[in-house]
Structures are given as structure tokens and as C-alpha cells.
Antibody, heavy 122, light 107 residues
């Protein structure tokens, strides 16, 4: 059974960097699929942030692109999210998720972590 | 970005009754449309992809239909565990995008 679990600080100060880790079990990251992040806030609902293949191929949301980095460490079975220069608008529940890329489509998400609430506050 | 609109914010349905949820895309997404169920405090769970294919382990009372810009998720006979929020998501174009959700509540 594929399982994902987010970890990281629950509070980040404004203008600092938000850093989260997703630990994966039950499936080898370097076998396939895309590994990425989705966030959920009352104001913006569910918003896809970015996803990465184990080879390094990355897709990210243009609305966040300049501030977001998704990376993968295959041997550790972990992947990561960094969001720089955060503001209150980045306060959300952050989910890590496995993405399936189709031949004529983008990503659908079949396994999700439980989510972690990150609050941006001084 | 393709905007996904779910016409009902809340749907009140009695147990055992049918629930019909709608989702509209701002442009054609062919059949690259998924539905998710989210219960309070949990992650979304994939129910349907390809507009009409149930994900593994999803009961047969859930069915999806539609193409291009108009989609429907039907729950044929609501069970207590089905009261939740449901989201549609298009994955035809970048970035993948979600609707704002429809809450199915007990009538």
C-alpha cells in the first residue's frame, strides 16, 4: 500500500522559506510516477503547486513558479518542497501526492498524504 | 488556466436517495476529468478518472459521466459514509486545476 507522510514546521515567518518533506513508503520513487505538492486554503481551494519525476523532469504552477522548488531524493524515498518569500497568502494545508501523467493529459493524483497545516505568521 | 466550476456549493440529500453533482470546465478538457471525495480532516480520495472510470476500490454506486465541458458525478444511493465534499479536477492542460467543491449534507 502506497503511503505518503508530510513533515515540517507548522509556522513560518513572513518572507522566510517554507520547507516541507514527504516520506514515501510502499512504492519506490525511482520506479515511476510524478511526486509533488498540492495546497488547500479557504480562499483559494485546492491549488496544485508542482510535481517532479525521479529523472528530474519538473512541472510547476506558473502562479508560483518563481518561488517554488520541488526536489526528489530517491534513495531516501523522500521529496521536498521549498517556497520562498512567504506571505499570509501561503497559509494552507499542504498535501504531498503521487501524480499519474497520461500520454495526452497532465496529472491526476491517486495517492495523497494526510496534509500538514502551515501558518505564515510573525 | 482552465477554470472548473461546480454549480452547487451544498447539496442536501436524504440517505438512500440519489445525489447528482455537476462540474463545468471553462474550455474543453475532453474526458481528462477526475472526481475526489474529501472528508473533514482527511486528504482527498480519488473516486473517478477519465470522466467515468472508477478508481480501485470505489463502490459501484459512484458513477461519472460527461465530456468536453460538462460533467456529472452521481451517487446512486447515499450511504452515511458518503456525506463529504466532492471536487472535480481537470488534467487536460497545465496547470491541473480543481473546482471549488460541493458539500453533500444530510437532508
Amino acid at each position: 500500500q502506497v503511503q505518503l507522510q508530510e513533515s515540517g514546521p507548522g509556522i513560518v515567518k513572513p518572507l522566510e522559506t517554507l520547507s516541507l518533506t514527504c516520506s514515501v513508503s510502499g512504492y519506490s520513487i525511482n520506479t515511476g510516477y510524478y511526486w509533488g505538492w498540492i495546497r488547500q486554503s479557504p480562499g483559494k481551494g485546492l491549488e496544485w503547486i508542482g510535481s517532479m519525476y525521479h529523472s528530474g523532469k519538473t512541472y510547476d504552477n506558473p502562479s508560483l513558479r518563481s518561488r517554488v522548488t520541488v526536489s526528489v531524493h530517491t534513495s531516501m524515498q523522500k521529496f521536498f518542497l521549498n517556497v520562498t518569500s512567504v506571505t499570509a497568502a501561503d497559509t494552507a494545508v499542504y498535501f504531498c501526492a503521487r501524480g499519474v501523467l497520461g500520454p495526452t493529459s497532465t496529472l491526476v493524483f491517486d495517492y495523497w498524504g494526510q496534509g500538514i497545516l502551515v501558518t505564515v505568521s510573525a | 488556466e482552465i477554470v472548473m466550476t461546480q454549480s452547487s456549493v451544498t447539496l442536501s440529500v436524504s440517505p438512500g436517495e440519489r445525489a447528482t453533482l455537476s462540474c463545468r470546465a471553462s474550455q474543453s478538457v475532453t474526458t481528462n476529468l477526475a472526481w475526489y471525495q474529501q472528508k473533514r480532516g482527511q486528504a482527498p480520495r480519488l473516486l473517478v478518472y477519465g470522466a467515468s472510470t472508477r478508481a480501485a476500490g470505489i463502490p459501484g454506486r459512484f458513477s461519472g459521466s460527461g465530456s468536453e465541458t460538462e460533467f456529472t458525478l452521481t451517487i446512486s444511493s447515499l450511504q452515511s459514509e458518503d456525506y463529504a465534499v466532492y471536487y472535480c479536477q481537470q488534467y487536460n492542460a497545465w496547470p491541473p486545476s480543481f473546482g471549488q467543491g460541493t458539500r453533500v449534507e444530510i437532508k
